[in-house]
Structure formats: structure tokens, C-alpha cells
């Protein structure tokens, strides 16, 4: 055991290095009342020399413990929380990946995109009575014995704009009358069967975009393969409809051999329904 001269000298010695003459006399069996203090920050010890774990919560700056020096949460410095752990985090295990959207089913067995003149441009109502652009609409008839898939054929206005026609495996029967409409709901209000509505290519574009069927000399359509044209409608400076329109073209001949000339084409004249525009939507042309 050390002298008492000894002891008061470890025990007289400033705060500074309490903690270290603390342990050291209750090591050699001197100075064995813990000292207390007030200075901020500095725990007391127990008379057994064990450290009193602070409260928690306490951080040196008032903040939860994780050694964040501003009172941050788990140590991030600008409070934020550590993000929760992946479900497969330490198990050595990699996180199993998104699966991939499903593919477009394949179309019906025997049903394939139709070749040159299989399918044809039959009508177009460029000029409606309506509000246009969305009361335009334009048929299409397939000329074979066999159905056709129209999903992934481009269309094309005189102007240059496309629109590829979307779907799941949107398909025209044979010898069926289809209307494709720039707006399904306006069309209808013009009195469009609804039935004989099979897509709609408008929906995404504003007005002054997407398929517009100009009524001026500009005005046309064509409908693609990639780059193998199927059908078109170069009607552009035909037919004068700058009065109150409302009358569709109509291709004379169901073979689409003439579709490429005015002389292929007609003016409908009569109205598919009372009080609609001239026209036959979705049935055989009436051409004179």
C-alpha cells in the first residue's frame, strides 16, 4: 500500500486527469471515495470505479448516440436515418432481379401482316361537319380470305407525320369494313357505328398533332410495312370540300388498283344515319 503522502497527492491533483488517478488508487487500495463533479460533460464515477453509461439519447451534442458531432440520427450529419437493410443483406444472397414485361402475345395461327393491296385505304372523311381534327376517321377493308393483323402498321399523313397502330394484336377479319377514328368518343357522336370502330390513333396527340387529314392539297395517307407500302389515299386537291364538307371519299373498286388516281375515288352522297355526314363507316362503299 502506498504511503499517505502518496494518496492526498493522487488525490489533490487537478480534474484533468481524474479519471486515469481514480483507477489507478482503487488499484493500489488508496483514495477509494469516488470524487463527484459539476463540470459538464464529465460522468461520475461509482464507488467500484465502473463507468455509469450515459442516459440515452445523450450525445455531446444533445442528439441520440452514433457519433453524428451535430446531434444527427445514426451518424448522418444532416439527420437523416439510415436506410433499412435489403431483406437479403449479409445472407449472401443477391437481390433477385425485376421481372421483364411480358412480351406481346404472337397472333392468332395463320394470321400474318397483309402484303400490298390485301388490305386497302376504302373511305376517309377528311372534311367532317364536326370538330376536326377528332370527327376524322378512315376505313380500311381487307380484300382477302384470310384475316390480317394490322398491330405495327404505320400510317402516314400527307405532312410527314406517323403514327404506328398499337394494340394487342389488333386484327381485320376477312372481307371485313373497319373505321380506325382519331377519337372513338367523337367519332360516335357524329353517329359513327361503334361497332365498326376498331382503334383509335389519336388519343395521345394534341390537335395540331398526330395523323391529321388536311383538307387541302397536302391532304393524303399511306399505310406501311416497315417500308413496304400496303396501302394509300393520295387524295390532296381532288375534291373541294371548303364548304361545309361532311362527305367522305370512297374508293370505287375493292382491289385497290385505282387507289392512287382521282379516278379511283368518289364523293359519298348519301348519310349512313339520319342526320349524319355522307358516307358509308364500317359497310361497303356506295359509289355510283
Known sequence: MPNASVCWSLCGLDGSWIYALVATAVAV??????????????VPYSADASVTPPPEGAGSRGGTTGGAADGGVDGDPNGNPSPAPSPDAGSGKDAAPAPDAAPPPPPPPGVSKPKPGEVIISEVLYDPSGTEPDTEWLELFNTTASDKLLTGLVLSDGGGRTHT??????TIAAGAYVVLARSKAAATSTKVPVTAIV?????????????????????GLTLKDGATQIAQAPYGGWFNQ????GHSIELKATNGGQAGSAAGWCLAAKTWASG?????????????
Open 29 to 42: 487500495g488508496g483514495c477509494a471515495v469516488a470524487p463527484t463533479f459539476d463540470e459538464p460533460g464529465l
Open 165 to 170: 397502330i398499337g394494340g394487342s394484336q389488333l
Open 199 to 219: 382503334y383509335e390513333y389519336g388519343t395521345t396527340y394534341a390537335v395540331t398533332e398526330g395523323i391529321l387529314l388536311a383538307n387541302g392539297s397536302t391532304g
Open 242 to 245: 371548303s364548304g361545309s364538307g
Open 276 to 288: 349524319s355526314d355522307q358516307g358509308t363507316p364500317g359497310a361497303a362503299n356506295d359509289c355510283p
